[in-house]
C-alpha cells in the first residue's frame, strides 16, 4: 500500500479502468488537465509498482480455463439468442470466433471509410474570375501548360 491516499486511490482506480485521466479523477482530482497529471503519476515508479501488484492480485483472484471462459461465452450467446438480443448473441458469438483464430481468415481486417463532402465542379471553379486568372498565370509559363490552357478553352466554348 502506497504512503500518499491519492496515489493509492489512483492506483486501485487505474488497476480497474486502465485510464490515466479517469483514474486521477476518481482520486480525487480536479481541473482541465486530467491527462496531464494522470499520465505523470502514471510514470511514477512506486505507483507503477503497485499497479503492476494490484492486478497481479487480481488475476489471483480471477482464475478460469480457457474451456470455463469459451463455455461462458457460450452460456451468454445462448441466453442472448432466447432472450431475442441478436446483438448482444452476435457479440458473444464474435468473442467466442476471436478466441478461435481458424474460424476467421488470416489477417482479416475491419476498415472504416471517411467520405469527404466534393468541392466544387469543374465548371463551377473555372465561372470565377480570379480562379481562370490565376490559372492561366500558372499555365501559361509552359508551352505544355499553354496548350493544355487552349485545349480547355475549346472544350468551354463549345
Known amino acids: 500500500m502506497l504512503r500518499n491516499v491519492r496515489h493509492e486511490s489512483f492506483a486501485q482506480a487505474f488497476a480497474v479502468c486502465g485510464n490515466a485521466s479517469e483514474a486521477w479523477r476518481q482520486a480525487g482530482g480536479k481541473g482541465w488537465n486530467a491527462n496531464v497529471v494522470g499520465s505523470r503519476w502514471l510514470a511514477k515508479v512506486d505507483i507503477a509498482a503497485r499497479i503492476a501488484e494490484i492486478r497481479g492480485e487480481m488475476e489471483q483472484g480471477f482464475k478460469m480455463t480457457r474451456e470455463q471462459w469459451l463455455q461462458r461465452l457460450k452460456d451468454n450467446a445462448d441466453s442472448c439468442k432466447a432472450a431475442k438480443d441478436r446483438s448482444a448473441e452476435r457479440q458473444?458469438?464474435?468473442?467466442?470466433?476471436?478466441?478461435?483464430?481458424?474460424?476467421?481468415?488470416?489477417?482479416?481486417q475491419e476498415i472504416a471509410v471517411e467520405t469527404v463532402p466534393r468541392g466544387p465542379s469543374l465548371e463551377e471553379l473555372l465561372s470565377d474570375p480570379a480562379t481562370v486568372e490565376s490559372l492561366a498565370r500558372v499555365l501559361g509559363k509552359s508551352e505544355i501548360g499553354r496548350a493544355a490552357m487552349r485545349a480547355m478553352l475549346e472544350k468551354f466554348a463549345a
Open 92 to 108: 458473444a458469438l464474435r468473442e467466442i470466433g476471436l478466441a478461435m483464430p481458424a474460424w476467421y481468415p488470416a489477417g482479416r
